[in-house]
């Protein structure tokens, strides 16, 4: 599920940038403004988030669809470490054959100059400015998702919180970094495309970005772990994850260790 959850996301992400950047683009020639098309971008891409993680499979796996999310959950205790292995290999591969699967229905546009199989490279900053605007979306995406999931009002609407906040990134995001804060979804362009520049900056940064708002997290919750590793987990699909069923009102922070691991035989 996480596999076709990255294929979906790829996928689209190469259609819209292909119909918003291509100079043959009806799309392209009607939308003058670079910061209307980012705009336009955020928005494609933003709706695609909420429409995968309100979905069956994103209801089953947890929609997660970036390692960096994977990795912060499995840091707060949620995942076992084959099934965050297996997650982030899935979601990887789903990255590859998104693109993939993008080019053969793209054909030639996909590689042209404007589009380049929709890679995420340094912007007007170059490589620091790119990895400092990485960290930072990163960071603020996953505090979302955790402050959000674990709000009782507002957890049913943590798809288009996320949404929202990827599509408010776009229009600045792209002009800084080209708008990541995926591991994956920067590797299944540059593979295809046999554009490595700057990799790693796709890596490190948005997976310690959400490390990062992970412990604070926990620092404000006085070490109170989440409650599931779902985005959407107020359903009757199967649940893999650690799940509390009832969050303590105050845990001390000293005894963080314990609150993230105590739970692990209790499965939603």
Not at 116 to 132: E, I, K, L, Q
């Amino acid at each position: 599920m996480e596999l076709g959850e990255l294929g979906c996301y790829l996928f689209v992400a190469c259609v819209a940038t292909t119909l918003l950047q291509h100079p043959g683009s009806i799309v392209r020639q009607l939308v003058s403004s670079s910061l209307a098309r980012r705009s336009l971008m955020g928005l494609a891409m933003g709706a695609t988030t909420i429409a995968i993680v309100m979905s069956p499979w994103g209801k089953r796996s947890g929609g997660h669809f970036n390692p960096s999310i994977t990795f912060a959950f499995y840091h707060l205790g949620k995942l076992e470490f084959w099934d965050g292995l297996f997650y982030v290999i899935a979601q990887f591969l789903g990255a590859i054959g998104g693109v993939v699967l993008a080019r053969y229905g793209l054909g030639e546009a996909l590689s042209n100059h404007a589009v380049h199989y929709a890679v995420t490279v340094p912007g007007v900053y170059g490589s620091a400015g790119a990895f400092m605007a990485e960290l930072t979306m990163s960071f603020l995406l996953m505090a979302t998702v955790l402050f959000v999931t674990n709000h009782t009002r507002f957890a049913p609407y943590t798809a288009y919180f996320v949404g929202a906040v990827i599509a408010i990134f776009y229009p600045v995001g792209t002009v800084l970094s080209g708008m990541s804060t995926n591991p994956a979804r920067s590797f299944g362009p540059a593979v295809q495309a046999d554009s490595w520049h700057a990799l790693w900056i796709y890596f490190i940064a948005p997976s310690t970005g959400m490390l990062a708002a992970a412990e604070t997290f926990l620092r404000i919750r006085r070490g109170v772990a989440p409650q599931c590793a779902k985005l959407h987990h107020a359903n009757d699909k199967r649940c893999i994850f650690h799940h509390a069923t009832q969050l303590p009102k105050r845990a001390p922070y000293a005894n963080s260790t314990h609150v993230r691991r105590g739970n692990r035989s209790l499965h939603g």
